[in-house]
T-cell receptor, first 113, second 112 residues
Framework: DAKTTQPPSMDCAEGRAANLPCNHS???????VYWYRQIHSQGPQYIIH?????ETNEMASLIITEDRKSSTLILPHATLRDTAVYYCIVSDRNAGNNRKLIWGLGTSLAVNP | EAQVTQNPRYLITVTGKKLTVTCSQNMNHEYMSWYRQDPGLGLRQIYY???????DKGDVPEGYKVSRKEKRNFPLILESPSPNQTSLYFC???????????FGNGTRLTVT
């Protein structure tokens, strides 16, 4: 079972910020939160990841709550090309050296003109 | 350009006819993995490899084989494909630690 909970779908107006929430209440101290997205049926694309601190890169910002039980991915100025399924993933600490990610069904984000 | 290349992108075959889906990465990554994606189930790991000659089963390995004879290549082999292996397949690679995974563009396999 996925270790994260995300809303199945969201809408956002083009040019506005898209805020995608994720709950990961059972996260352990050494587990990272990763965000990927998948456009149509293309390969998942890495967006950002973090452990405790908020992170920002050229694509997005990641806000992790202090208790680490939830996080929010922020796309500051959404465009039509950001329409995709967004996956919030917590690394599997029981996987040992296997870099296995446990994928849920993600949030389908629709950016509207 | 750093990338993971899968071939073919689309494949239609018949039950029992052996096939191989190739995966190659040019980033010198030690770790490689295969996933399948089915509607309503998300991505599930089939096999993974920590390095050359080191492979291990993921969550859904039945009916699949892999090999890792070279660092850059990680082919997925279906010795006797069945219709329940109709799926979208992704290969991924990554460095060690918590660095992100890079995915190929997928192979859509249909077994009739």
């Amino acid at each position: 079972d996925a270790k994260t909970t995300q809303p199945p779908s969201m809408d956002c107006a083009e040019g506005r910020a898209a805020n995608l929430p994720c709950n990961h209440s059972t996260i352990s101290g050494n587990e990272y939160v990763y965000w990927y997205r998948q456009i149509h049926s293309q390969g998942p694309q890495y967006i950002i990841h973090g452990l405790k601190n908020n992170e920002t890169n050229e694509m997005a910002s990641l806000i992790i709550t202090e208790d680490r039980k939830s996080s929010t991915l922020i796309l500051p100025h959404a465009t039509l090309r950001d329409t995709a399924v967004y996956y919030c993933i917590v690394s599997d600490r029981n996987a040992g050296n296997n870099r296995k990610l446990i994928w849920g069904l993600g949030t389908s984000l629709a950016v509207n003109p | 350009e750093a990338q993971v290349t899968q071939n073919p992108r689309y494949l239609i075959t018949v039950t029992g006819k052996k096939l191989t889906v190739t995966c190659s990465q040019n980033m010198n990554h030690e770790y490689m993995s295969w996933y399948r994606q089915d509607p309503g189930l998300g991505l599930r790991q089939i096999y993974y490899s920590m390095n050359v000659e080191v492979t291990d089963k993921g969550d859904v390995p039945e009916g699949y084989k892999v090999s890792r004879k070279e660092k850059r290549n990680f082919p997925l082999i279906l010795e006797s494909p069945s219709p329940n292996q109709t799926s979208l397949y992704f290969c991924a690679s990554g460095r060690g630690g918590n660095s992100p995974l890079h995915f190929g563009n997928g192979t859509r396999l249909t077994v009739t």
